[in-house]
Structure formats: structure tokens, C-alpha cells
């Protein structure tokens, strides 16, 4: 069976920090492209930020860019997102997704996420 299990999140305030977790659980981490979603209240879902099989290349939506960083350790099938300078607006349940097994690109849309997590919710407020 093929899970994804986020943790991390909670309640903080503006200009916190909070490091999100996700285990890949039931196949091969290494070989999965793990992606980081949000889901903002009354929102649909967005993209946040993907990183490659090793871990050696990542790209993150613009309001991502300078305060997320995803990283992963294949040792313990985890990837992470490392979340600064959060704002009211971060506020959203948070997935994480896996996909791209045997593809030769990077990164890949959407639609080719085979796994997603049942998130975890992200609150900034003072």
C-alpha cells in the first residue's frame, strides 16, 4: 500500500518558520519527483514548489521563491519544506505528491502526480 504522510504543520505567527515533513511509504522514494501543493481556504490548489530525484534541483511558485526551500533525504524516503518569513496568506492545508517515476524530464505537470498525501494545515496568524 502507497502512502504519503505529511506533518509539521500548526498554528504560528507572521515571520515564523515551520518545516514541513512527508514520508513516501510502499515504493521507491528515489525514484519518485516529490512536489509540494497548497490549498488555500475557499481556494483551489497550488503549486508550491518540486524537487528531482536526488535532490540536487528544485523550482518553487514566485510567492515561494527566497522563503521555501524543499529538500529531501532519500535515506528516510522524507522530503521537506522549510518555510520562512510565513505571512497570513500562507495560511492553506499543505499536500505532498509523488511522481515522475521513470520519466526523463523534469519537472512534469501536474496530471502526472501518482500520489498525493492528506495534507496538513498551515494557520499564520497574531
Known amino acids: 500500500q502507497v502512502r504519503l504522510v505529511e506533518s509539521g504543520g500548526g498554528l504560528v505567527q507572521p515571520g515564523d518558520s515551520l518545516r514541513l515533513s512527508c514520508v513516501l511509504s510502499g515504493r521507491t522514494f528515489s525514484n519518485y519527483i516529490m512536489g509540494w501543493f497548497r490549498q488555500p481556504p475557499g481556494k483551489e490548489r497550488e503549486f508550491v514548489g518540486i524537487?528531482?530525484?536526488?535532490?540536487?534541483?528544485?523550482y518553487y511558485e514566485d510567492f515561494a521563491k527566497g522563503r521555501f526551500t524543499i529538500s529531501r533525504d532519500n535515506s528516510l524516503n522524507t522530503v521537506y519544506l522549510q518555510m520562512n518569513n510565513l505571512k497570513p496568506e500562507d495560511s492553506a492545508t499543505y499536500y505532498c505528491a509523488a511522481g515522475g517515476a521513470g520519466a526523463k524530464y523534469f519537472p512534469i505537470p501536474r496530471y502526472e502526480y501518482d500520489y498525493w498525501g492528506q495534507g496538513t494545515q498551515v494557520t499564520v496568524s497574531s
Open positions: 524537487i528531482n530525484w536526488s535532490g540536487d534541483t528544485s
